[in-house]
């Protein structure tokens, strides 16, 4: 099996829509198979053709409590029931997580890899990943879905985010916890060239004085 490299934005490919696959052959189930593989060396849940380049309508799904990956030629949805907000991400859109609005039942028809007809249902993440993934068959991306650009998250800056501060020090001052009514104070800031900036405006004013303490201590 080969692992195939995964189309990113702003590649056109993603764009165009896919077409049907008239026959099951070795040359689709093959794909397929490479498909599979390209999925898990990336953690996805799931891959659409497209995606790899090819403008068939074939989708693969690894679904978290499932062992084996679903193999779904010319998948089409044709019922959806119910909203729901989920989270979500695309291996084409790497770096990002988007928050949408998907169905939260849908029913599906598709062929297997051995021409069988298929017809699923589906809910939970089985229904947001067929959605997703059929999506992609027609040239649409999670983004289209997005409300505002403010549910999109750029992962590299949520890691800045959460890396707030480089210190956090809790103090313990008489003096201030009667002034304050607090029993704590924390200071929380960042060093820059080993110099302690305190970054917490909201309790700036106490810890200067700590600060100054301890300087003096
Ligand atoms: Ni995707």
């Known amino acids: 099996m080969t692992i195939l490299q995964i189309r990113t934005v702003p590649d056109p490919i993603l764009r165009r829509k ?3 696959i008239r ?5 689709i189930r093959e794909l397929a198979h490479d498909m599979v593989a390209t999925m898990y060396e990336a953690g996805g849940v799931g891959l659409a053709a497209p995606q790899v380049g090819e403008l068939k309508r074939l989708i693969v799904l690894q679904l978290p409590e499932e062992e084996e990956a679903r193999i779904l030629i010319n998948p089409e949805i044709t019922r959806r029931d119910g909203e729901r907000e989920v989270e979500e991400g695309c291996l084409s859109v790497p770096g990002y997580l988007g928050t949408i609005m998907r169905s939260e039942r849908v029913k599906a028809r598709a062929i297997s890899e051995s021409g069988a007809k298929l017809r699923l249902v589906a809910d939970q993440i089985f229904a947001q990943a067929l959605e997703h993934e ?3 068959l ?3 991306l999670y983004l289209d879905h997005l409300k505002s650009h403010e549910d999109l998250v ?5 890691e800045e985010a959460e890396h ?3 210190f956090e020090v809790e103090v313990e001052d008489e003096g201030l916890m009667k002034s304050r009514g607090e029993k704590r104070v924390l200071i929380a800031g960042d060093l820059t060239d080993g110099v302690a900036d305190i970054k917490d405006e909201k309790i700036l004013e106490a810890t200067e004085k700590d600060l100054e303490r301890l300087s003096e201590g």
């Open 138 to 140: 027609d040239g649409i």
């Open 164 to 166: 707030q501060h480089d």
């Open 134 to 136: 059929v999506d992609h």
């Open 18 to 20: 896919s077409r049907k």
């Open 154 to 158: 750029d992962l590299s800056k949520l």
């Open 23 to 27: 026959e099951v052959d070795d040359a």
